[in-house]
């Protein structure tokens, strides 16, 4: 189980310090989720905390690859 950051990430640097287990690190071009340090913050917080903070729709994908914030989830606007 483990969270997937994509190239949509914009480097904001929102999710990396919420980390429960500093598995979010930077990388070019974009951070990147370390699979063996991730637990989707199971047993610490309800919501995984990059999914809850992450602005950019779409960047930030679940263990079955779906995104944690689709398209429209966030601005209300769907093309």
Same mark, same amino acid.
């Given at each position: 189980? =483990? %969270?997937?950051? *994509?190239?949509?990430?914009? $480097? &904001? @640097?929102?999710?990396? +310090?919420? /980390?429960?287990t500093?598995?979010?690190?930077?990388?070019?071009p974009? #951070? %990147?989720? !370390?699979?063996?340090? &991730?637990?989707e &913050? !199971?047993g610490d #917080?309800? !919501? +995984?905390? /990059?999914?809850? *903070?992450?602005p950019i729709?779409?960047? *930030?994908? $679940?263990? =079955?690859?779906?995104? @944690?914030? +689709?398209?429209?989830?966030l601005t209300g *606007?769907?093309?």
């Amino acid at each position: 189980m =483990a %969270l997937k950051i *994509i190239e949509l990430c914009t $480097n &904001c @640097w929102a999710c990396q +310090p919420l /980390c429960p287990t500093s598995a979010i690190y930077e990388a070019k071009p974009h #951070f %990147l989720i !370390d699979a063996l340090k &991730c637990t989707e &913050c !199971d047993g610490d #917080f309800a !919501d +995984p905390q /990059c999914a809850s *903070i992450c602005p950019i729709e779409g960047a *930030i994908l $679940n263990s =079955a690859g779906k995104a @944690w914030n +689709p398209p429209g989830s966030l601005t209300g *606007i769907t093309i």
